[in-house]
């Protein structure tokens, strides 16, 4: 199959948006989705951008079932470790259903490798849920660790009323 | 105690620099630590920069034994979430064991939240490693949720050999 992956433009983010509720509805939680391609808008193509995103496109002729020629994205932003330094952050990858098996999630992620190695990145790091076996075994095929079973990671969240409660604790000048 | 919470400087990466090493000392790694106080000036104060710090500050006549004033840092950097959008990640927080139980820790935490508010972030993401119980304890007491325990969440890194492997490997133009 012919596709390409290219950097998003502002005009992509409602392919984009698409696609992140396509995600949520694979993983059971389409009600978890508050952003709109606005905010992505917004978010991502501003000065200090919050992420950056890579997408694949298919030509024309090989469109999909319902005229999509934007197929799959990847959604990163780079981290920094203060142990080893440069680091980027792989937050979605996803490819439509009909797309898959052809190498498009795999061309998406060696380019967010290639370009964090650009940038000097020495580090990809993402999360994926324990039940989500085809993933974990996507990366883990590709050579990638699970540090939460070999270093035991956790990883931990304030949101809500428990991040309203630490800013409210803020020491004040 | 009196203490300061405020925003690190370029002066400030040296101070920065000893107490990432006395953190990996205290996680038994120093030999981890692979970046010095001239890449987090690099990295940290430049044009769309790697990383954000905040330090705490003791008045002079309440410096360490060892002389210093900059006794705890807390180093995030902001990502996002496509289902909620911006976010605030903390990657380290530290106290100098000397100056611990006297609410800089809480004072840290607490301004990366209220930083974080201020650009409209909507979570505080962290990890932490299942053996550290004092951290882990920490955080929960203060309202977090342990989402690898809740949700399942694994993390996954591409370091080294496999990085480069996902960079060889990439789509060209």
């Keep these: 199959m012919n596709f ?3 950097p998003a433009t502002r005009e992509d983010c409602r392919e984009v948006s698409r696609m992140i509720m396509e995600l949520a509805v694979y993983e059971k939680m389409p009600d978890q ?3 709109s391609h606005e905010e992505l808008e917004r978010d ?3 000065q200090n951008p919050f992420f950056q995103c890579l997408v694949a496109e298919v030509p024309e002729e090989q469109k999909s079932t319902e005229g999509f020629t934007v197929v799959g994205y990847a959604l990163y932003f780079y981290t920094y470790s203060t142990w080893e330094g440069r680091s980027v952050y792989l937050e979605d990858l ?3 259903p009909e797309f ?3 190498g498009i999630g795999k061309g998406l992620l060696c380019k967010v490798a290639e370009v964090g190695k650009e940038k000097e990145c020495v580090r990809l790091n993402l999360s994926v849920l ?3 076996t085809p993933s974990r075994d996507f990366y883990l095929a590709k050579g990638a660790q699970d540090l939460t079973v070999s270093e035991g990671w956790h990883f931990i969240r304030f949101d ?3 991040l309203d409660n630490l800013v409210s604790a803020a020491p004040k000048e």
Tied chains: 1, 2.
Excluded: E, P, T
């Design 160 to 162: 809500g009323q428990s």
């Design 4 to 6: 390409k992956v290219r």
């Design 33 to 35: 989705v508050k952003i």
């Design 44 to 46: 991502g193509f501003c």
């Design 130 to 132: 324990n039940w989500n």
């Design 94 to 96: 996803y490819v439509m």
């Design 100 to 102: 898959r098996g052809k």
